[in-house]
């Protein structure tokens, strides 16, 4: 039997990672793109954020697509079956709807009938808390396997007249599967989650909800485009990120030498480096990815997680430490034993990069993808008309010949 509390024997002797998975689009968005819709610079993004590039997920993709891929990536390294799974936990702060959750929306595409579903708002710090509400579903033996998935579609929701956000995000979705175990030791041995809501406006998507619902009036003031204080993000995540890995660190009976890898979300290469002098390690015990991919937010720990894998900085019986930081603010770390083969991690490759979720009926909305951005990509020398003479549903080139 599956699903919440179907499970039978009674708690497990360990909860661990069986499987990993990651899905990042197709599509690059480089800095010399950027350059095209911002006022910035190659030099100004990489030396500020260690930021080269990121990708932006196709019009047909959606949040719960990218998850799909890289839940069903973490089912083929687990070797289970999608109905296996008895809950299905979705980080995001990207949803495809505020309801119904992008949980159920993956929970269809990768054909499983059994898992209860439900999503997590933690922003960026997704990753660590959904990961946290899995082990606790396994460790009290109400779930045998829980899959948590961070993924994220932030280019819909980013002002590309703003430069101080629109060059630090991406696209992208990371998963595992938590797994009980009748072997005791490892897995998670120390967890630290804080929230911080002195921090709650510094990171922030004003409208859509119940304080601020959409209207014309909204968009019109790009109120559904996300916010942030960037200084004020930046000291808190220097702060907090440090210390909440050395509290998971202490609460594991580990000192912070034993660490062999720091798996940081990746919002800033310079915060990064500040966590590395705050638990006085090397760079070279943190992997670092943001080059790649910008900030994916709740995605960025589990792609992560998947790379250093497969780059074999993984082994078992490693200490590994999961470090992330969001909106709210939100802060969280996660010190764990590594027990799996890195081997089946070669898994993953069987599976297509394709999924699909039901579209609803009778209902056909808005072109999904930010016109400023789409002017960019759909042409490779470059828009034809001044990007604020872009307009929503038009192509850029088609407009250019009026
Ligand atoms: N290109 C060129 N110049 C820029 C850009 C840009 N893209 N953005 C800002 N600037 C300019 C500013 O206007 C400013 O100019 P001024 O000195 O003439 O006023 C100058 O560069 C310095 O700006 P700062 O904001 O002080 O730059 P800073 O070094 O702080 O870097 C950044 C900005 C990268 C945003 C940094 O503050 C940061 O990384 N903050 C944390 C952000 C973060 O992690 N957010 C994610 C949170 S996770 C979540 O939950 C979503």
Same mark, same amino acid.
């Given at each position: 039997m599956s699903g919440v509390g179907g499970v039978s024997g009674g708690p497990p002797r360990s909860v661990r990672i069986s499987g990993w998975g990651s899905y990042v689009p197709e599509r690059v968005l480089s800095n010399a793109d950027l350059e095209r819709i911002v006022d910035t610079s190659d030099e100004w993004i990489r030396t500020r954020t260690g930021i080269r590039e990121r990708r932006v997920a196709a019009p047909h993709e959606t949040t719960a697509t990218l998850g799909a891929i890289a839940a069903k990536r973490a089912l083929a390294v687990a070797g289970?079956?999608?109905? $296996?799974?008895d809950v299905i936990v979705v980080a995001t702060l990207?949803?495809?709807?505020?309801?119904?959750?992008t949980a159920a929306l993956v929970k269809e595409a990768i054909g499983n009938d059994t898992a209860a579903a439900f999503d997590i708002g933690a922003a960026c710090s997704g990753f660590v808390f959904g990961y946290a509400t899995a082990d606790s579903y396994v460790r009290s033996g109400l779930a045998r396997h829980v899959l948590v998935i961070g993924a994220e579609l932030l280019t819909r929701f980013l002002d590309f007249e703003d430069r101080g956000t629109c060059i630090l995000f991406g696209d992208g979705a990371g998963a595992v599967v938590l797994s009980a175990s009748d072997e005791a030791g490892g897995g998670m041995s120390g967890l630290e989650m804080t929230t911080d809501p002195?921090?709650?406006?510094?990171?922030?998507?004003?409208?859509?909800?119940?304080?601020s619902p959409s209207s014309s009036e909204t968009t019109s003031r790009g109120e559904h485009f996300i916010r942030m204080e960037g200084r004020e993000t930046y000291r808190y995540a220097t702060r907090t990120l440090a210390a909440s890995a050395l509290k998971a660190v202490e609460k594991a009976g580990w000192?912070?030498?034993?660490?062999?890898l720091v798996i940081p979300h990746q919002a800033n290469v310079r915060i990064i480096e500040a966590v590395a002098k705050g638990l006085k390690l090397?760079?070279?015990?943190f992997f670092v990815n943001i080059d790649k991919y910008g900030n994916t937010s709740a995605a960025s720990v589990g792609i992560a997680l998947d790379e250093a894998v497969a780059e074999g900085r993984v082994k078992p019986g490693d200490k590994i430490v999961f470090a992330a930081f969001g909106a709210g603010f939100t802060s969280g770390a996660i010190a764990l034993e590594w027990t799996a083969d890195p081997a089946d991690g070669a898994r993953a490759a069987s599976v297509e990069p394709v999924a699909s979720v039901r579209a609803p009926l009778d209902w056909n909305s808005v072109d999904p993808m930010p016109p400023r951005l789409a002017a960019v990509l759909d042409d490779p020398d470059g828009?034809?008309?001044?990007? $604020?003479?872009v307009v929503p549903g038009e192509p850029a080139h088609a407009h250019s010949e009026d």
């Open positions: 289970l079956e999608p109905d $296996d799974i990207t949803p495809d709807y505020p309801m119904p959750s002195d921090g709650a406006y510094m990171i922030w998507l004003p409208s859509g909800g119940s304080r000192s912070p030498d034993e660490i062999d090397p760079m070279d015990r828009p034809q008309v001044p990007l $604020d003479d």
